[in-house]
């Protein structure tokens, strides 16, 4: 039997691969993806609070999110940008504030269950796929 892949990383893994990345590029890309979103009834809302909660969190964390085009060259992002299915990603310049977006994310959001990961750009499919 094929053992299934874990999806994510823990806070402090997220926290430990994010210094690497900022130590060696000033920057690296935060990522979530939603847990089971297959299983949720209603796609329409799980979409409008999953822009909600970016809304939220690009207000609160703002400051630690600069301008990048990690995740593709054809735009330069500033924040939780893009909605990809039920997934995102923020360019971040300082992994101390991991810890705090997850707990806000966690505490605000506690009905969207999400995986958190760190990659360095969009384009390492293994720092990439959750």
């Not at 949720?40 to 409008?48: E, Q």
């Not at 990961?117 to 969009?122: E, Q, R, T």
Request: net charge positive; hydrophobic share 35%.
């Amino acid at each position: 039997m094929k053992e299934k892949k874990k999806r994510g990383l823990t806070v402090e893994g997220c926290v430990v691969k994010a210094k690497k990345y900022i130590s060696k590029y000033r920057m690296c890309l935060l990522i979530f993806d939603v847990k089971g979103s297959r299983d949720f009834p209603d796609k329409r809302w799980l979409i409008r609070k999953l822009k909600s909660m970016m809304e939220d969190l690009n207000s609160e964390f703002g400051d630690y999110f600069p301008k990048n085009n990690l995740a593709t060259i054809s735009r330069t992002e500033k924040g939780f940008y893009f909605l990809h299915g039920d997934s995102s990603w923020v360019g971040i310049n300082n992994a101390e504030i991991i810890p705090e977006i997850i707990k806000y994310q966690k505490e605000k959001y506690p009905e969207v269950p999400v995986y958190w990961a760190v990659a360095k750009d969009g384009y390492t499919k293994e720092d990439w796929i959750i």
